[in-house]
Every structure is written in C-alpha cells, then in structure tokens.
C-alpha cells in the first residue's frame, strides 16, 4: 500500500499567485480530510470529503480556498490568490468509515508564500 | 463541542528518563475515541494508539504506555527510558463514535526534546 500521496512536497510561490495541492488517498479509503498546521494555530481541518461529498468545509478560511474530490482517488485544495499567511504545511489524510484506527496522514506539502 | 488540551508546550529530558505527556479532553459524548500520534523532525503524522471511550484498560507497547482515566477525562502518554528517537511533536486528538463523520479535534501537540 502507497498510503496517502500527496504533491508537490513544497512549493514556493508570490503573493496573488494561485497555488494547487494534491492528494491521492490510500484506495479504498472514503473519507478524505484537508488539515493545516502552522505554529500559531496548531492543526486544523479545513474539509472533509465522504465518499467524494464535502461534508464540512467551515474550516476553510475564506472563498481564495476551495477544494474539490472529483474521484474516489484525487482531492485538490486551491488557493486563489495566495497570500503570505497561507504559509503553511498542509496534510491530506483518509480513512475508511467506522475506521478506529484514526487517518492515515500523507507528507504533506509545506507552502511558502513570498 | 469537542476539545483537547495539551497544557505541556514543550518537555525536555535527558536519554533513560521517563516522560509523562498529558491530554485533557472535553466532549459531551458517552462513547468515543481517543488517539496519539507522532510527528517526528522529518513532518510526517504517524498513528500511536486508539482507544475506545468504554475501555479504560490501560495499554503498554514496549516502552510507551497510556493511561486513560475517564473520570477525569484524561488520557496521558508515558515514554519509559526515552531515547533521542523519540524526539518530537505528540498530539492528542479526539473522535466523535456517532456523528462529526471521522473528523479528528486535535490538541496543540507537545515538543518533546530528549537529549544525550
């Protein structure tokens, strides 16, 4: 098993860019969450897709954030435009319904803005 | 509302001394589910433990341990004879059994150093 794919691993982009990060979740997972962590806020889950459905986005910042899961095995999270305090890392993380054993956590893709 | 608190921001202690870290849980639930995880310098979160709101059995795994006190809505991790591996971040996190899908309410971790 690959586990939770995500890409790219960092990104380096200006300001007013737009900035798209992936995640492939592990196959046969259908839950899939969006988390971000920086030193001030900690982890927090920005949406979380059941069986491709957003069920709760009320984490996601503002509307420069969107996030899509066309397919039981892709997520996007976009930021448009991209903005300094977007720096962070963010996770991708999946997991099976009624799964005890929590998410499976991808790398992560640790995004600068300049 | 779900919350966890981990007071501890930050633990140092030397290589062969145990460690104690602390979680403080809120949540209006019966049942649910308790988890550890690591996050090592490398980033990555890596799974420790899960545990059940109607099993207060204490668990052991080789030199990590847990003791879950439901009285007290506590469920604290202890690292006997800790090695420089085991340097990291440690978050406690809550789940929610019916309800709130799979969505994980995290503390704001400790950084535990372990020095030479």
Known sequence: ?114 | AQKVTQAQTEISVVEKEDVTLDCVYETRDTTYYLFWYKQPPSGELVFLIRRNSFDEQNEISGRYSWNFQKSTSSFNFTITASQVVDSAVYFCALRRVTGGGNKLTFGTGTQLKVEL
């Open chain 1, 1 to 114: 098993d690959a586990g939770v794919i995500q890409s790219p691993r960092h990104e380096v982009t200006e300001m007013g860019q737009e900035v798209t990060l992936r995640c492939k979740p592990i196959s046969g997972h259908n839950s899939l969450f969006w988390y971000r962590q920086t030193m001030m806020r900690g982890l927090e889950l920005l949406i979380y897709f059941n069986n491709n459905v957003p069920i709760d986005d009320s984490g996601m910042p503002e509307d420069r954030f969107s996030a899509k899961m066309p397919n039981a095995s892709f997520s996007t999270l976009k930021i448009q435009p991209s903005e300094p305090r977007d720096s962070a890392v963010y996770f991708c993380a999946s997991s099976r319904d009624r799964d005890d054993y929590g998410y499976t956590f991808g790398s992560g893709t640790r995004l600068t803005v300049v």
